[in-house]
């Protein structure tokens, strides 16, 4: 077999590089194996990365097994909860380029054979998508794992996650829960490792990375603590060299066959809005651009199938138990939504969900309904276009109450979430209001900040069924109800949402797919003519450079 690392291995040149791989203490017979880059980001402040040593451990004893030799590399992570609602938020979409960038100039750098990445949390795994693509050698991904989900007092009622606490702290100000009621929830709502334990980005994610096809069955649900977590990552480290020994890369897997078949299992369970920002990056890395039309498309012509938290009271644990992405998929199938050409680290994506059809799976009806009777005939997520939006919004169809479904109310206009936050909280929103927060998309943010506090303040405030937000930022996956965003132009780049003014009437319309500012053509006019760019908000460092250079929110955000 020749491989990559024959270029650092072979030959009287190569002396210089394999006395530096015998100081790591590689010996003579293992400078003729292939090389695997296990890519991990470990780190002990994310709940959900800080058992990847474990992951990684595992990883590499499989790639041993199957006759490789694994080094272990490390990226960054940023905790999006951990980050919310402070300047630390602003870095958090920053991260996914910064990890993409790590693993090009690692894995180029030292010429690797193959490739098995572990993320586990919200912009680690489309950042190692984006560099796993980018240098295109054999890849599978398997990551930490989500965490168990906490439970009511006396175990009784729907179980508790993050959002209960962000929803909580809004209770306590408006005196409907008691601060001991939430300290309760804060020491037990995330009881284990894991990334949280909702379909929310970071399990969105891992679950989209079994639809593409790049990493084994069992990734997206399989709980942190289980120890099936572990024989998963020994057999990811086998199947990365199956992989080598039949050239299978990563672009070979993450194919338009493969970004379509994600996008609709992201309808059919109902993924968190960032899988529309990240699988649109992912598409273009891939070579298969996709733009928010088709992911309208894929909403049109995909029941949504699964509800879990936040758009139902079920944690993604439930639906581990009854067969996890899988069964999904082979609904999918069932109604000629899967795309059955697809190359998996399985093999074809058609020959292996005839396999599982065989075995006689299939969806259980209730945490993963069947096509012939879904929650809803159309997807799970829903893209906005009007004269507020021209190039797209996109909100969670499956979140919203039914009563918010249409809504049209005066415009309370803010700069900043922060400045939002001190109005919600202090009472200044009222039911029938839309809250616009502008000037927080990728360039004007930057780094398209989520919006989860002023979200979660409205539902704590019991405005969550009279209440709309609309936002060029973006949201976390687990906010809930009329939350509006990645509108688009952003605000910073003079698009109509820069133009609102205080009390102006806005319609969301999401049944109808429009989101509408009533305001006449000529004003609007007047308004952009008077319009000035506010100066940037970051003036060096990262973030300066990322405004410089980062796409649309409807492009995916992508920085090239």
Not at 426 to 455: F, H, K, S
């Given at each position: 077999?020749h491989m990559?690392?024959?270029?650092?291995?072979?030959?009287?040149?190569?002396?210089?590089?394999?006395?530096?791989?015998?100081a790591?203490?590689?010996?003579d017979?293992?400078l003729?194996r292939?090389?695997?880059?296990?890519?991990?980001s470990?780190?002990?402040i994310?709940?959900?990365?800080n058992?990847?040593d474990?992951?990684?451990?595992?990883?590499?004893?499989?790639i041993?097994?199957?006759?490789g030799?694994p080094f272990?590399?490390?990226?960054?992570?940023?905790?999006?909860?951990?980050a919310?609602?402070?300047?630390?938020?602003?870095?958090?979409?920053?991260s996914?380029?910064?990890?993409?960038?790590s693993?090009?100039?690692?894995?180029?750098?030292?010429?690797?054979d193959?490739?098995?990445c572990?993320?586990?949390?919200d912009?680690?795994?489309p950042?190692?998508l984006l560099?796993?693509?980018?240098v295109?050698?054999?890849t599978?991904f398997v990551?930490?794992?989500?965490m168990?989900a906490?439970?009511?007092?006396?175990?009784?009622?729907?179980t508790?996650?993050?959002?209960?606490?962000?929803?909580?702290?809004?209770?306590v100000?408006?005196?409907?829960m008691?601060e001991?009621?939430?300290?309760?929830y804060?020491?037990?709502?995330?009881p284990?490792?894991?990334?949280?334990s909702?379909?929310?980005?970071a399990?969105?994610?891992n679950?989209?990375t079994?639809?593409?096809?790049?990493?084994l069955?069992?990734?997206?649900?399989?709980p942190a603590?289980?120890s099936?977590?572990?024989?998963?990552?020994?057999?990811?480290?086998?199947k990365?060299?199956?992989?080598l020994?039949r050239g299978?890369?990563?672009?070979?897997?993450?194919?338009?066959?493969?970004?379509?078949?994600?996008m609709?299992?992201d309808?059919?369970f109902?993924?968190s809005t960032?899988t529309?920002?990240h699988?649109?990056?992912i598409?273009?890395?891939?070579?298969?651009?996709?733009d928010?039309d088709?992911?309208?498309a894929?909403?049109?012509a995909?029941?949504?199938?699964?509800?879990?938290?936040p758009?139902?009271?079920?944690?993604?644990?439930?639906?581990?138990?009854v067969?996890g992405?899988?069964?999904?998929?082979?609904?999918?199938?069932?109604?000629?939504r899967?795309?059955?050409?697809a190359v998996?680290?399985?093999?074809?994506m058609g020959?292996?969900?005839?396999?599982?059809?065989?075995r006689?799976l299939?969806?259980?009806?209730?945490?993963?309904?069947?096509?012939?009777?879904p929650?809803s005939?159309?997807?799970a997520?829903?893209v906005?276009?009007?004269?507020?939006?021209?190039?797209?919004?996109?909100v969670k169809k499956?979140?919203?109450?039914p009563?918010?479904?249409?809504?049209?109310?005066p415009?309370?206009?803010?700069?900043?979430e922060?400045?939002?936050?001190?109005?919600?909280n202090?009472?200044g929103i009222?039911?029938?209001?839309?809250?616009?927060?502008?000037?927080?998309g990728?360039?004007?943010?930057p780094g398209?900040?989520e919006m989860?506090?002023?979200?979660?303040s409205?539902?704590?405030?019991?405005l969550?069924?009279s209440?709309?937000?609309i936002?060029?930022?973006?949201?976390?996956?687990?906010?809930k109800?009329?939350?509006?965003?990645?509108?688009?132009?952003e605000?910073?780049a003079g698009?109509?949402?820069?133009?609102?003014?205080?009390?102006?009437?806005?319609?969301v319309?999401?049944e109808?797919?429009v989101?509408?500012?009533?305001?006449?053509?000529?004003?609007?006019?007047?308004r952009?003519?008077?319009?000035?760019?506010p100066?940037?908000?970051h003036?060096?460092?990262?973030?300066?450079k990322?405004?410089k250079l980062?796409?649309?929110a409807?492009?995916?955000?992508?920085?090239?």
């Amino acid at each position: 077999m020749h491989m990559r690392s024959d270029a650092i291995k072979r030959g009287p040149a190569r002396a210089p590089h394999r006395s530096l791989l015998k100081a790591d203490g590689i010996t003579d017979e293992e400078l003729k194996r292939p090389l695997v880059a296990v890519f991990n980001s470990h780190n002990d402040i994310i709940p959900g990365h800080n058992n990847l040593d474990k992951i990684a451990e595992a990883v590499k004893a499989g790639i041993y097994m199957a006759g490789g030799v694994p080094f272990e590399l490390s990226t960054i992570g940023v905790c999006d909860g951990i980050a919310m609602n402070h300047d630390g938020m602003h870095y958090s979409l920053v991260s996914r380029e910064v990890i993409a960038d790590s693993l090009e100039c690692a894995v180029q750098g030292h010429a690797f054979d193959a490739l098995v990445c572990i993320p586990n949390c919200d912009k680690i795994v489309p950042g190692m998508l984006l560099g796993a693509l980018r240098v295109n050698i054999p890849t599978v991904f398997v990551s930490g794992g989500p965490m168990l989900a906490g439970k009511q007092p006396g175990g009784c009622g729907p179980t508790t996650d993050l959002n209960t606490l962000f929803d909580g702290a809004a209770a306590v100000q408006n005196g409907s829960m008691t601060e001991d009621e939430l300290k309760y929830y804060e020491d037990t709502a995330c009881p284990t490792c894991g990334s949280c334990s909702g379909m929310f980005t970071a399990n969105s994610m891992n679950c989209l990375t079994e639809a593409l096809g790049i990493a084994l069955p069992g990734n997206g649900t399989i709980p942190a603590v289980y120890s099936e977590r572990i024989r998963l990552a020994k057999h990811a480290g086998m199947k990365a060299m199956e992989l080598l020994e039949r050239g299978v890369c990563a672009r070979d897997i993450v194919s338009a066959a493969a970004v379509h078949n994600a996008m609709a299992c992201d309808m059919a369970f109902g993924g968190s809005t960032n899988t529309v920002l990240h699988l649109t990056a992912i598409a273009r890395e891939a070579g298969c651009a996709i733009d928010l039309d088709d992911w309208e498309a894929a909403s049109e012509a995909t029941p949504h199938l699964v509800k879990l938290q936040p758009s139902g009271p079920r944690p993604l644990s439930d639906l581990y138990e009854v067969g996890g992405v899988g069964v999904v998929l082979d609904e999918l199938n069932r109604l000629g939504r899967i795309d059955r050409r697809a190359v998996t680290c399985m093999g074809v994506m058609g020959e292996y969900l005839d396999q599982r059809a065989a075995r006689g799976l299939r969806a259980d009806g209730e945490v993963c309904r069947t096509c012939d009777n879904p929650f809803s005939p159309t997807g799970a997520l829903k893209v906005l276009h009007g004269n507020l939006a021209p190039d797209g919004a996109i909100v969670k169809k499956s979140a919203v109450d039914p009563a918010m479904l249409t809504h049209t109310g005066p415009a309370r206009v803010f700069g900043s979430e922060e400045a939002a936050c001190e109005v919600i909280n202090t009472g200044g929103i009222v039911a029938g209001d839309v809250v616009v927060i502008r000037y927080e998309g990728p360039r004007g943010g930057p780094g398209m900040r989520e919006m989860l506090t002023p979200t979660s303040s409205i539902v704590g405030r019991g405005l969550g069924a009279s209440v709309a937000l609309i936002t060029d930022g973006r949201f976390s996956g687990a906010t809930k109800g009329p939350a509006v965003g990645h509108v688009s132009p952003e605000a910073a780049a003079g698009g109509p949402i820069a133009l609102v003014e205080e009390g102006d009437l806005v319609t969301v319309d999401i049944e109808g797919g429009v989101l509408a500012l009533h305001v006449d053509d000529a004003e609007l006019e007047r308004r952009r003519v008077a319009w000035r760019a506010p100066a940037p908000k970051h003036d060096h460092g990262v973030l300066a450079k990322y405004a410089k250079l980062v796409s649309s929110a409807d492009k995916g955000a992508y920085v090239s």
